[in-house]
Nanobody
Framework: QLQLVESGGGLVQPGGSLRLSCAASGFTLDYYAIGWFRQAPGKEREGVSCISSSGGRTNYADSVEGRFTISRDNAKYTVYLQMNSLQPEDTAVYYC????????????????????WGQGTQVTVSS
């Protein structure tokens, strides 16, 4: 059974850092693009950063470009989101999601393109 489990969320002060992890099980991660999405209260779920199945292509929302870095270790079945210079507007539940795209070029952050979702991890940025 395909499963995604996020971890690494928590409470951090403005300007701080967190690293989120997305652990995959039940499928071969190499064939899947992975995206990080977030949803703040009262807002729609939005794409934050996405990475192709091989890791060769990445995509970032304008709001996180230069602050967040997505990476993956297929051998460890894990995708990471390093978040630096966090701001209160980054507060949200963060989800990882998988899309079967073995062609290695797909890195879209359109949420409708993703078929499998984790349960999310809360990130709160506050002083």
């Amino acid at each position: 059974q395909l499963q995604l489990v996020e971890s690494g969320g928590g409470l951090v002060q403005p300007g701080g850092s967190l690293r989120l992890s997305c652990a995959a099980s039940g499928f071969t991660l190499d064939y899947y693009a992975i995206g990080w999405f977030r949803q703040a209260p009262g807002k729609e779920r939005e794409g934050v950063s996405c990475i192709s199945s091989s890791g060769g292509r990445t995509n970032y929302a304008d709001s996180v470009e230069g602050r967040f870095t997505i990476s993956r270790d297929n051998a460890k079945y894990t995708v990471y989101l390093q978040m630096n210079s966090l701001q209160p507007e980054d507060t949200a539940v963060y989800y990882c999601a998988a899309a079967y795209r073995p062609g290695a070029k797909f890195n879209s952050c359109t949420k409708d393109s993703y078929d499998y979702w984790g349960q999310g991890t809360q990130v709160t940025v506050s002083s």
